[in-house]
């Protein structure tokens, strides 16, 4: 597959509102979306670094994935997701072809109306690992 760049990081963290003044007044970032996702259970809020962004993940539940995150771990980086430039379903192919899990057996809509799918942190060194595109 080829990648271009690492489209985003994601972090869950308890509450936006509470962690935004740290990106945007310490770090000097800026906010320019935050969508609900609903099939995730997640409000997600973007800012740019350059051609990355942060995605900040917030559950809406106590079901979500990212409260349970949450409660394993803290909050903290949940996963990083790497742009692929030939495509999402492409790209799983190849790495079931590898013999690696994923957790999507094919792209689904993410925020920002990304095509998205992520493989199994248990074939990825413990990294859960999203590939997107446009
Ligand atoms: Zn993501």
Redesign the pocket.
Known sequence: MKISHI????IAVKSIEAALPYYENVLGLKCYNIETVEDQKVR?AFLKVGETKI?L?EPTCPESTIAKFIENKGEGV??V?FAVEDGVANALAEVESQGLRVIDKAPRK??EG?S?AFLHPKSTMGVLT?L?EH
């Not at 489209?7 to 994601?10: I, Q, R």
């Open positions: 489209e985003h990081l994601g997600t995605e993940l949940q996963h997701a993410g925020a990304l998205i999203e997107c």
